[in-house]
């Protein structure tokens, strides 16, 4: 079973930028999609970046311009670069594979406000 760990989080400035990681255990890491997951308080968890394992991303239209997911596989990590941070980024953020839905990590909480 793969296990998740998330990092990175904390609280920024509107403007500001965060770099988020999330180290997966086991050596099957390279074959899935990965993904970053956010959820604010009331609101259903969405995926916001989503990356192949042939490193072609897709991202929310939210995000899209300010967001980059990355990978490294030989890391077994997950990156969600954030520029140009919003208050509406305010969220737990998680990383999972879309299309196999790995045990949730704890998640890491990112706060935008000034």
């Known amino acids: 079973q793969v296990q998740l760990v998330e990092s990175g989080g904390g609280l920024v400035q509107p403007g500001g930028s965060l770099r988020l990681s999330c180290a997966a255990s086991?050596?099957?890491?390279?074959?899935?999609?990965m993904g970053w997951y956010r959820q604010a308080p009331g609101k259903q968890r969405e995926l916001v970046a989503r990356?192949?394992?042939?490193?072609?991303?897709n991202y929310a239209d939210s995000v899209k311009g300010r967001f980059t997911i990355s990978r490294d596989n030989a890391k077994n990590t997950v990156y969600l670069q954030m520029n140009n941070l919003k208050p509406e980024d305010t969220a737990v953020y998680y990383c999972n594979a879309p299309d196999r839905l790995f045990q949730w990590g704890q998640g890491t909480q990112v706060t935008v406000s000034s």
């Open positions: 086991g050596s099957i890491f390279s074959i899935y999609a």
């Open positions: 990356i192949s394992s042939i490193a072609l991303t």
